[in-house]
């Protein structure tokens, strides 16, 4: 059990923070226990589109697999609704006829409801190899020039079955950063009005943009996949400059924000902040006023499991205000749904919490025009 005076000083730097960014409810300390709801918006079972508790559970998670066709339990998996869709990776991509017949497959399985998503951030970091943006993150300075690439690879990707890009890269970079060059140039307000540009861009192709990585990683040392990461920033210094490029895509109203798997001792010294409700229902929710879905980043990174067990985090991850759990290794799916289809059902509050995700997640479904899952 945590000491209540520090969560207390957590919430109270979450608020200051975001006071920059408007009014809103006090931000909340982080969950500390699997049951723990956060602030539901839709609890209601008519939220959930009148799924049952197990396809509602599924709808939070984005599966991967190995290969370039989809393999059977992954179909059935869709089929069955205890999935939302996949993310896609280099192993699953050949030619741009082979990755359309997969997300056809993927579809069909999902009945026209699954998010299929990919890395695409631009220059080296892209999934898809033949669809833009060819320039990297770095090379774009002009508002005029990512919305134009954005609008472009948005366009390419939709045309091969791809309706959930996991970029922009929001972050502020600061000197020694492992972000390698994935970030736009400039500082705060010069990144701020470039994500704006390019999730408008994303967002007329009818590709769902993803702010990455909420609240800040600019600021880091090292990669979260490769080991736990504590960024000590100041209150000051998240409001001045980390916040500023994501106020701009919650202003431009991107469809997905992507949590960090980074420690941000300043609002909540104890948990990571995609395990954190201070910081994704106080601070982005409450302060922010995001009204998206959130996304974690990889389930499966060692900042993660250093914690914890896959399933353990996931659980964690949604009771803190994730709406979709990113799975990138393929056995993942049998650990994470399992153990969060047992706390929805163990927990009244876990289960309100579900169905305040499935909202979040059957609305951005609406909003790419995709079917809602049988």
């Not at 066709?69 to 280099?90: H, K, M, Q, S, W």
């Not at 990707?157 to 600061?174: M, Y």
């Amino acid at each position: 059990m945590r000491p209540r005076a520090g969560v207390a000083a957590a919430a109270l730097a979450a608020a200051a923070v975001a006071g920059c960014g408007g009014s809103g409810s006090s931000p909340r300390s982080s969950a500390s226990s699997a049951g723990g709801s956060g602030r539901s918006t839709a609890a209601g079972p008519a939220a959930a589109g009148g799924l049952s508790l197990r396809r509602q559970v599924g709808q939070l998670l984005i599966l991967s697999f190995h290969g370039t066709a989809a393999p059977g339990y992954v179909e059935n998996i869709l089929r069955d609704g205890t999935a939302g869709g996949a993310i896609l990776f280099g192993e699953n991509v050949a030619s741009p006829g082979q990755l359309r017949a997969l997300t056809s497959a993927l579809q069909r399985a999902a009945g026209g409801s699954a998010l299929v998503a990919v890395d695409q951030e631009g220059g080296d970091v892209r999934i898809v190899p033949f669809a833009g943006p060819d320039a990297a993150q770095s090379e774009i300075s002009t508002a005029t020039d990512a919305r134009a690439a954005s609008r472009s690879a948005g366009r390419e990707l939709r045309s091969l079955g791809i309706n959930v890009n996991l970029a922009p890269v929001a972050d502020v970079a600061q000197p020694g950063t492992p972000l390698g060059g994935r970030d736009f140039p400039g500082g705060p307000g010069a990144v701020a009005a470039l994500v704006r540009a390019s999730v408008a861009g994303a967002a007329s192709a009818r590709v769902a943009a993803t702010a990455k990585h909420f609240p800040g990683f600019g600021a880091a040392d090292a990669n979260t996949d490769a080991r736990p990461v504590t960024i000590e920033r100041t209150v000051p210094e998240l409001r001045a400059v980390d916040l500023a490029p994501f106020r701009a895509a919650v202003d431009a109203d991107v469809p997905l924000v992507m949590a960090s798997h980074a420690l941000y001792p300043a609002l909540d010294p104890y948990s990571i902040a995609s395990q954190s409700q201070t910081i994704l229902q106080g601070l982005l929710r409450a302060q922010l006023h995001f009204r998206g879905a959130i996304v974690t980043d990889s389930i499966e990174a060692r900042a993660v499991i250093r914690r914890s067990d896959v399933g353990t985090a996931a659980v964690r991850s949604v009771a803190a205000g994730a709406d979709l759990v990113l799975m990138t290794g393929p056995g993942s799916f049998r650990l994470v749904f399992p153990r969060l289809l047992a706390e929805a059902r163990r927990s009244a509050g876990f289960r309100a919490r579900v169905r305040d995700a499935v909202a979040h997640v059957l609305a951005l479904r609406r909003r790419l025009g995709l079917r809602s899952p049988r």
